[in-house]
Nanobody, 123 residues
């Protein structure tokens, strides 16, 4: 079992940056493939970015590509999401998730989830 805790969310203006962090604890002797998703009320949780165990492979959704960067520090058991040039449409609760299978882009591929952190971007 692994526990995930997100941090770093907040209220910013359009064009600003935020850095989210996901800290893993528990069964962390082997890093998990890790992803970030986001969700707004009434909509499906959507894929944002993912990174493999070693950090050598990343994937991004088209709507965040070139603005967001996912990275990890396995020594600290953390995965970060650097978000630049934020837009009002990026407003959502952001969730960190861990997968035993790979850097998949669908929520069903993830075994563990954090509680989420709110990101609000004002225009």
């Amino acid at each position: 079992q692994v526990q995930l805790v997100e941090s770093g969310g907040g209220l910013v203006q359009a064009g600003d940056s935020l850095r989210l962090s996901c800290a893993a604890s528990g069964r962390t002797f082997r890093p998990y493939h890790t992803g970030w998703f986001r969700q707004v009320p009434g909509k499906e949780r959507q894929f944002v970015a993912s990174i493999n165990r070693s950090g050598s492979v990343t994937k991004y959704a088209d709507y965040v590509k070139d603005r967001f960067t996912i990275s990890r520090d396995n020594a600290k058991n953390t995965v970060d999401l650097q978000m630049n040039s934020l837009r009002p449409e990026d407003t959502a609760v952001y969730y960190c998730a861990a997968s035993e299978d790979g850097i998949v882009t669908v929520r069903t591929g993830y075994n563990y989830w954090g509680q989420g952190t709110q990101v609000t971007v004002s225009s």
